[in-house]
């Protein structure tokens, strides 16, 4: 992890590559509640891939289950929901930020979760060498970074290099689901996923499809609603 926006690199098959990260790690306060959760939860929900082997999920999550996989969860509040009202699903969620890890680890403890697991770690490193090909029933990525700036948008998250790696992740039939509150990177993903060799668009029309019942509205879209801001929300089906 870094603190800075530079591209760093990273070793691939024993080549460096240099890669812009899509991410800072900024330093934020944590309050002490979530560095004792991060001390005395972690151990029970946190898994550690700093090894870069593949993931046992059954081993993880003590079953074997549809696999639900989230990047940058935030503070974990509509995460957590989701796997809560989805019991039968194993949550994977992937988030750099410890302030976010420390808060969701929190609500997963207060609400006794077994089907929830929690990496802190770069995404993209996780998502090529720790998840096995054909594993992963639903991706979901909601409200990332928009980098707005016309000079920073070359760092967003959903490209043409980032759907193709994690393409063979999916299980056949599996979802990709995205959501933004910013117009122009919705248009982007839809370009990058409509191009996208071997997924489906799952909107009748072709473009976005209605705010799903299965995505919790969060405080931060209820403000965004009053005050008038779109959400765009796409679901792209692996061929």
Known sequence: MCDTDKAMPVEKNDVKEHRIKSFVVRAGRMTQGQINAIEELGPKYMLDVSSLEELDTVKAFGREA??????????????????????????????????????????????????????????????????????VDILQIFFPDPWPKKRHVKRRLINDDFVKLVSPLFKQGGQFRMATDWEDYAVQMLEVMTRAQGFSNTAADGTYIPRPDWRPLTKFELRGQKLGHGVWDLVFKRD
């Open 66 to 135: 549809p696999l639900v996989v989230e990047i940058g969860f935030g503070m974990g509040v509509s995460f957590v929901q989701m796997a809560k009202a989805d019991p039968s699903g194993n949550y994977l969620g992937i988030e750099v930020h410890p302030p976010g890890v420390g808060s969701c680890l929190k609500l997963i403890e207060e609400n006794q979760l077994t089907n929830v697991r929690i990496i802190q770690f770069d995404a993209f490193e996780v998502l090529r060498k720790c998840l096995k090909p054909a594993s």
